[in-house]
């Protein structure tokens, strides 16, 4: 797996394109996401979208090196007013990255109006990961 979550948690479904500074991918229908209530999803739980791309699109550049990572940053996230519905699109640009981690640009667009923000990941040290799966 190219990225680290499993079903219910996956909602990128299909690359439909990519490069190596951008990735758009079709997603779940919002309705199917694990947090949609009554078909519909709350915007910023639509966040997830263009992070799992994000993922992505590091893993595919990384030749399918799965680099853990963590949310340290999500700025300049604009909200639609209504819940995400519909097909799903997430397109992630990478602006910057490097050996710590990496910084995205990400939109999400359903049925209405489209959820934009920006998110630095923090890769996780290969030192970390060793003292976590020695603790499992």
Not at 22 to 36: D, E, K, Q, V, Y
Not at 86 to 102: C, F, P, S, W, Y
Not at 105 to 116: I, N, T, W
């Amino acid at each position: 797996a190219l990225v680290p979550h499993a079903p219910p948690a996956l909602v990128i479904e299909a690359v439909l394109a990519w490069d190596g500074e951008s990735i758009t991918c079709r997603g779940r229908p919002a309705a199917l996401h694990p947090f949609a209530v009554e078909g519909r999803l709350a915007p910023l739980a639509a966040a997830e979208y263009g992070l799992q791309a994000a993922a992505l699109h590091g893993a595919l550049l990384g030749a399918g090196e799965v680099r853990p990572g963590r949310l340290v940053l999500l700025r300049a996230l604009a909200l639609p007013p209504a819940p995400l519905t519909g097909a799903v699109t997430a397109r992630a640009e990478r602006l910057a990255a490097g050996e710590e981690g990496a910084l995205y640009r990400f939109a999400v667009e359903g049925d209405g109006a489209p959820l934009h923000g920006t998110a630095l990941i923090a890769f996780v040290p290969p030192a970390a990961r060793r003292e976590r799966e020695a603790l499992r």
